[in-house]
Every structure is written in C-alpha cells, then in structure tokens.
T-cell receptor, first 114, second 118 residues
Framework: EAQVTQNPRYLITVTGKKLTVTCSQN?????MSWYRQDPGLGLRQIYY???????DKGDVPEGYKVSRKEKRNFPLILESPSPNQTSLYFC?????????????FGDGTRLSIL | AQSVTQLGSHVSVSEGALVLLRCNYS??????LFWYVQYPNQGLQLLLK??????LVKGINGFEAEFKKSETSFHLTKPSAHMSDAAEYFC????????????????FGQGTILTVHP
C-alpha cells in the first residue's frame, strides 16, 4: 500500500531533550516536506527536500533540522525542543517537486513539549 | 507571496443540505489549487485539484469546486451533505519560486470545520 509513515504518532517530552520524528515513504517520491499544524493557522511548511541531499527552509524553520540521505526517508530533528514547538506535525511527499503534483500526507505526530 | 483565505472557520449544515466552503486566494500568476480533507486523527487527503483546463473540477465523495479567475475564488460544494462529510477542510495553493514557476510547497488556508447535523 502506498503510504507515508511517521513515527512516533504521539510524544510528550521535556524542554531541551533532543528528539527525532521519522518519516518514510514507499512511493519513490522525489519531493518531501514537513508541516506543522496549529489551530487557526492551517499548515505551515517547516523544511522541504527536492531530492536526496537537497533540502531547504520553508516558512517556519527555526528550531528544526532535517536531512535527506536516502530518497525514502526525511527525518525531522528538534535539537533543543521548546514549548512553542508543541504542535501537530505532518510529513508529506509528492512524485516530483512540480506545483501541480498532489501531496500525500502521513497521519501526523502530536508533540507536546513541557 | 501566495495567500489563501477561507471564509468561516466553522460551517454547520443539516444532512441533505448544500455544502458550500469558501476559499479565496492571491496569486500573481494562474495558480494550482487544491482542497484537502482531514478526518479526526488522520492526515490530509486530497479531495480535488485544479491545475489547467476545465474550471469546474470534480473530486471524490461527490465534492466539486469551481475556479473563478475573475473572483480569485475556488469554492468547494457538495449538493447533499452526509454525516460522514464532517471533517476539517483545507484550501491550498502551490507556491511560486522566483521566476514564477510553481513548486511543491503548499500555502494553506486556516481550515474550515464542517459539522453535519442529523
């Protein structure tokens, strides 16, 4: 089944404790991105990747890191999480970076930073 | 920069009634437009998209949307609401790189929660 898989689905942690949210897709997609969803703000892009080893900042990259060493994986790293990073996070992928391609979303990761 | 405005953060309809969710966008060039639906505890699913061609776009679950360039709108409709349509709906537009080509970044509206009453 074609899918985008995120782990963990839920995480409660404390300020400053490094964490990684994994994202993997099995569709051989070139383009991957991370969004955060906050009430009343919709989804905002954090980082994106056009292909392996090609990443760039989205609209809200502060406090986050990413890497794309393999085509299928695009982990999101919070080196020193803070409470303002409490949010619902989505990984998405599309076949190519072209703007007319629909994006496939994972089921989300709900992070609570205390 | 692109922007998307969804009018009404909450819309409530009766089962069998018309569903109308409003979306207006700003774009300096003809945009690529999308509607996504989010059910509780799930990711976003594509309902429909407009890229080029016919301005009336049909999607899944009986939804459709019409691209109106003159009104910069892309409203989502369904003739008869079903209880299973209760969800949050997002309108989105593909962003533009310098030079005017669209790429995969999506700019989303704030979302509209649809409630369907029996």
């Amino acid at each position: 089944e074609a899918q985008v898989t995120q782990n963990p689905r839920y995480l409660i942690t404390v300020t400053g404790k490094k964490l990684t949210v994994t994202c993997s897709q099995n569709m051989n997609h070139e383009y991957m991105s991370w969004y955060r969803q906050d009430p009343g703000l919709g989804l905002r892009q954090i980082y994106y990747s056009m292909n392996v080893e090609v990443t760039d900042k989205g609209d809200v990259p502060e406090g986050y890191k990413v890497s794309r060493k393999e085509k299928r994986n695009f982990p999101l790293i919070l080196e020193s999480p803070s409470p303002n990073q409490t949010s619902l996070y989505f990984c998405a992928s599309s076949l190519t970076p072209a703007g007319n391609q629909p994006q496939h979303f994972g089921d989300g990761t709900r992070l609570s930073i205390l | 920069a692109q922007s998307v405005t969804q009018l009404g953060s909450h819309v409530s309809v009766s089962e069998g009634a018309l569903v109308l969710l409003r979306c207006n966008y700003s774009s300096s060039v003809p945009p690529y437009l999308f509607w996504y639906v989010q059910y509780p505890n799930q990711g976003l699913q594509l309902l429909l998209k407009y890229t080029t061609g016919a301005t009336l776009v049909k999607g899944i679950n009986g939804f459709e949307a019409e691209f109106k360039k003159s009104e910069t709108s892309f409203h989502l409709t369904k003739p008869s609401a079903h209880m299973s349509d209760a969800a949050e709906y997002f309108c989105a537009v593909s962003d533009l790189r310098a030079g005017g080509t669209s790429y995969g970044k999506l700019t989303f509206g704030q979302g509209t929660i649809l409630t369907v009453h029996p």
